[in-house]
């Protein structure tokens, strides 16, 4: 008999008499987010599609059989390293932050411009005075760099117009070594082209399977050979069937993807818990799932966040944070053995409006509270039971303000009507006034003189 303790990892997990679906089987009970059970590993059986648990309070399911969702993990295992960054933009003046500003970040990405100006041959020996400050910063203050490789790194022939990528791959290849070696042991992981399985769009170019196959190939060999200790990963995939794309690319040569993990960017795929805009709940560990599996390689995901909105509608910031927010706990909590890697997109609104500050570097509200509040979370090491964040609900009979800072003389960004609960980030005290800092902005629990209290 193995006794060990799991993990909620889902925000309501029912408890059952039986390991069954059927209502009948509901004990009116369920386990939280964060909850810890002890569980004998020997009672684990499978029924209706998912292998289940029986602990002291009945039984529930623990996965999906075909590894779809995850509601309980092994409360030993933990992320093995951070992993929770950001895209940035050093060519950017609005969209490249001191390395002090994201101390404490995991990872920060973004591309190497070598040649932005299409030069031939690519003058990646300039990018290097440009670039060489920057990533010692980061190095020193301990985020690890991964650097796009892409057209704009080595314009090279421009084989996407004229044709001639076996002399691409060639001087592609050529450039990542020199990059490789001169930044050996400061860069963490090079990531080979963007969304090249996109065609027609303004931020990648795409490369049929065929040809991305051997240009993997020779970038992979130049970056171990120049740099061992770097990681290489695939760009970033964005395309409707990455799986069939990348399946293209294995066989191309011969059967064996010569990389340490798969780029993706999941963009409107969501945890279980959360659905923002109409986006479908749970589709983002079925698409991790069936990468990971299908080629045994652990998925990064090197972009994902909610671009191309209007920055200034306040309205759409709580969402955003929340799907922030459970996109980070559940990807630190649950599946990190498959995905070590989470880079929201992005810094800053010039990068295709998906910043957590405007331009000119003012804070987005609960955005940006909120991937501080993931970066201070994300601890590597054993993972530890989640305290979930308390929830408070409004008591009064008329709407309550939210202002966007805990004072009265603040502005007023909205209402809380009653009824509507929060979930609380942090508290603080301005005289008499005890504040909540929720996901949308900051309101009233208690006057401490008066006794009146507003949330509770």
């Given at each position: 008999?193995?006794?060990?303790?799991?993990?909620?990892?889902?925000?309501?997990?029912?408890i059952r008499t039986q390991p069954s679906l059927g209502d009948s089987y509901r004990t009116g009970q369920a386990l939280k987010f964060g909850d810890v059970i002890s569980a004998d590993d020997s009672t684990e059986i499978e029924s209706e599609g998912y292998k289940w648990l029986m602990h002291s309070r009945g039984w529930s399911a623990e996965l999906a059989v075909d590894g779809s969702a995850v509601y309980l993990v092994d409360n030993s295992l933990g992320p093995k390293d951070k992993v929770w960054g950001i895209n940035i933009d050093p060519a950017n003046p609005t969209a490249s932050p001191p390395a002090s500003k994201l101390a404490g970040t995991g990872w920060v990405?973004?591309?190497?411009?070598?040649?932005?100006?299409?030069?031939?041959?690519?003058?990646?020996?300039?990018?290097?005075?440009?670039?060489?400050?920057?990533?010692?910063?980061?190095?020193?203050?301990?985020?690890?760099?991964?650097?796009?490789?892409?057209?704009?790194?080595?314009?090279?022939?421009?084989?996407?117009?004229?044709?001639?990528?076996?002399?691409?791959?060639?001087?592609?290849?050529?450039?990542?070594?020199?990059?490789?070696?001169?930044?050996?042991?400061?860069?963490?992981?090079?990531?080979?082209?963007?969304?090249?399985?996109?065609?027609?769009?303004?931020?990648?170019?795409?490369?049929?399977?065929?040809?991305?196959?051997?240009?993997?190939?020779?970038?992979?060999?130049?970056?171990?050979?120049?740099?061992?200790?770097?990681?290489?990963?695939?760009?970033?995939?964005?395309?409707?069937?990455?799986?069939?794309?990348?399946?293209?690319?294995?066989?191309?040569?011969?059967?064996?993807?010569?990389?340490?993990?798969?780029?993706?960017?999941?963009?409107?795929?969501?945890?279980?818990?959360?659905?923002?805009?109409?986006?479908?709940?749970?589709?983002?560990?079925?698409?991790?799932?069936?990468?990971?599996?299908?080629?045994?390689?652990?998925?990064?995901?090197?972009?994902?966040?909610?671009?191309?909105?209007?920055?200034?509608?306040?309205?759409?910031?709580?969402?955003?944070?929340?799907?922030?927010?459970?996109?980070?706990?559940?990807?630190?909590?649950?599946?990190?053995?498959?995905?070590?890697?989470?880079?929201?997109?992005?810094?800053?609104?010039?990068?295709?409006?998906?910043?957590?500050?405007?331009?000119?570097?003012?804070?987005?509200?609960?955005?940006?509270?909120?991937?501080?509040?993931?970066?201070?979370?994300?601890?590597?090491?054993?993972?530890?039971?989640?305290?979930?964040?308390?929830?408070?609900?409004?008591?009064?009979?008329?709407?309550?303000?939210?202002?966007?800072?805990?004072?009265?003389?603040?502005?007023?960004?909205?209402?809380?009507?009653?009824?509507?609960?929060?979930?609380?980030?942090?508290?603080?005290?301005?005289?008499?006034?005890?504040?909540?800092?929720?996901?949308?902005?900051?309101?009233?629990?208690?006057?401490?003189?008066?006794?009146?209290?507003?949330?509770?």
């Amino acid at each position: 008999m193995t006794v060990k303790q799991y993990r909620c990892v889902t925000d309501v997990l029912s408890i059952r008499t039986q390991p069954s679906l059927g209502d009948s089987y509901r004990t009116g009970q369920a386990l939280k987010f964060g909850d810890v059970i002890s569980a004998d590993d020997s009672t684990e059986i499978e029924s209706e599609g998912y292998k289940w648990l029986m602990h002291s309070r009945g039984w529930s399911a623990e996965l999906a059989v075909d590894g779809s969702a995850v509601y309980l993990v092994d409360n030993s295992l933990g992320p093995k390293d951070k992993v929770w960054g950001i895209n940035i933009d050093p060519a950017n003046p609005t969209a490249s932050p001191p390395a002090s500003k994201l101390a404490g970040t995991g990872w920060v990405r973004f591309v190497f411009q070598a040649n932005p100006r299409r030069q031939n041959p690519a003058p990646a020996d300039q990018g290097f005075s440009f670039y060489d400050p920057l990533i010692d910063a980061y190095s020193q203050t301990g985020t690890k760099v991964v650097l796009v490789i892409i057209q704009d790194t080595y314009w090279g022939n421009g084989p996407w117009s004229n044709g001639g990528w076996d002399v691409y791959t060639t001087g592609y290849a050529s450039t990542l070594t020199r990059i490789a070696q001169h930044y050996k042991g400061k860069v963490a992981a090079y990531e080979i082209w963007n969304e090249m399985d996109l065609s027609g769009q303004p931020t990648s170019i795409f490369i049929p399977p065929p040809t991305y196959g051997p240009l993997l190939l020779a970038a992979a060999k130049a970056i171990r050979q120049a740099d061992p200790s770097a990681k290489v990963i695939s760009g970033g995939l964005a395309g409707n069937d990455p799986v069939g794309y990348m399946k293209q690319v294995k066989a191309s040569i011969g059967n064996n993807l010569p990389i340490d993990g798969i780029g993706f960017h999941p963009y409107g795929k969501t945890p279980p818990n959360v659905s923002p805009f109409g986006w479908q709940a749970n589709t983002l560990n079925p698409a991790l799932h069936t990468l990971s599996s299908t080629f045994g390689l652990p998925v990064w995901i090197t972009e994902f966040g909610v671009p191309r909105v209007d920055v200034n509608n306040q309205a759409l910031w709580p969402p955003i944070a929340d799907y922030m927010l459970k996109s980070f706990q559940y990807i630190h909590s649950a599946i990190s053995q498959t995905c070590p890697v989470a880079i929201w997109f992005a810094w800053a609104d010039s990068q295709d409006n998906a910043g957590i500050v405007h331009n000119d570097q003012s804070q987005k509200g609960p955005i940006f509270d909120t991937f501080f509040q993931n970066v201070r979370a994300d601890k590597p090491g054993t993972a530890q039971p989640t305290t979930p964040a308390p929830t408070l609900t409004v008591v009064t009979n008329s709407p309550l303000r939210i202002r966007s800072t805990p004072s009265l003389t603040a502005s007023i960004v909205g209402l809380l009507q009653p009824g509507d609960q929060i979930t609380v980030i942090e508290k603080t005290v301005d005289g008499a006034l005890l504040w909540a800092h929720h996901t949308r902005g900051w309101s009233v629990i208690k006057n401490g003189q008066t006794g009146e209290v507003y949330l509770a």
